[in-house]
Nanobody, 123 residues
Framework: HVQLVESGGGSVQAGGSPRLSCAGS????????MGWFRQAPGKEREGVAA???????RYANSVKDRFTISQDNAKNTLLLQMNSLKPEDTAMYYC??????????????????WGQGTQVTVS
């Protein structure tokens, strides 16, 4: 039973640099595609970044050069380092997991497992 638990959100000032974590359990696959998504009130869910088990990363244009996705394999934890936060980054942030690493993008593919989300509010 795969479980994903996000943490690290909260209220931050514009320009801040919080780091989100997504602790995973219940899976042992050596290949994967994992992603971070966000959803602001009244808006559709948006893909933020994706990472596959080969280390390939992909980012939304809106966060490129500001956010970094990475994986701490020893701790089974997906990370999202966010820098230079802007008010428009305010959203609920979710992590997602798939054991298949094929086509590892945040668009155009399904992720079967999702966390409950962590709120990030930038003021």
């Amino acid at each position: 039973h795969v479980q994903l638990v996000e943490s690290g959100g909260g209220s931050v000032q514009a320009g801040g640099s919080p780091r989100l974590s997504c602790a995973g359990s219940g899976y042992r696959y050596s290949t994967y595609c994992m992603g971070w998504f966000r959803q602001a009130p009244g808006k559709e869910r948006e893909g933020v970044a994706a990472l596959d088990s080969d280390g390939t990363t992909r980012y939304a244009n809106s966060v490129k050069d500001r956010f970094t996705i990475s994986q701490d394999n020893a701790k089974n934890t997906l990370l999202l380092q966010m820098n230079s936060l802007k008010p428009e980054d305010t959203a609920m942030y979710y992590c997602a997991y798939d054991s298949s690493k094929g086509y590892c993008y945040t668009r155009g593919r399904a992720f079967p497992y999702w966390g409950q989300g962590t709120q990030v509010t930038v003021s």
